[in-house]
């Protein structure tokens, strides 16, 4: 199965940018889909990004024209520009994979890392 382990969490000033790396190791057959979410405080998790192929992208509104998300499949990672930070954009990220292993769709998860946005 597949393991993901994340990277590029942190404190940073408003209006800075920071990015998260999502690295997968193990062994699967096909990825589907790799995803970013975070969940705030007192809030339902929310997807923030997702990749299918490399045209093939969404994003949240609240984030639209301030991150990116960006794939390597030579790496098995995917990555999280994320600029323009707002305090809003405080919360745990935890990317997220949708996998095919021997003709059985399973998910993985990373464990998740904190980013603060300071005013």
């Known amino acids: 199965q597949v393991q993901l382990m994340e990277s590029g969490g942190g404190v940073v000033q408003a209006g800075e940018s920071l990015r998260r790396s999502c690295i997968a190791s193990?062994?699967?057959?096909?990825?589907?889909?790799m995803r970013w979410h975070r969940q705030a405080p007192g809030k339902q998790r929310e997807l923030v990004a997702r990749?299918?192929?490399?045209?093939?992208?969404n994003y949240a509104e609240s984030v639209k024209g301030r991150f990116t998300i960006v794939k390597d499949n030579a790496k098995h990672t995917v990555y999280l520009q994320m600029t323009s930070l707002t305090p809003d954009d405080t919360a745990v990220y935890y990317c997220?994979?949708?996998?095919?292993?021997?003709?059985?769709?399973?998910?993985?998860w990373g464990q998740g890392t904190q980013v603060t946005v300071s005013s």
């Open positions: 193990g062994s699967y057959s096909l990825i589907n889909a």
């Open positions: 990749v299918i192929t490399s045209w093939r992208t």
């Open positions: 997220n994979f949708d996998y095919n292993l021997l003709g059985t769709s399973l998910a993985a």
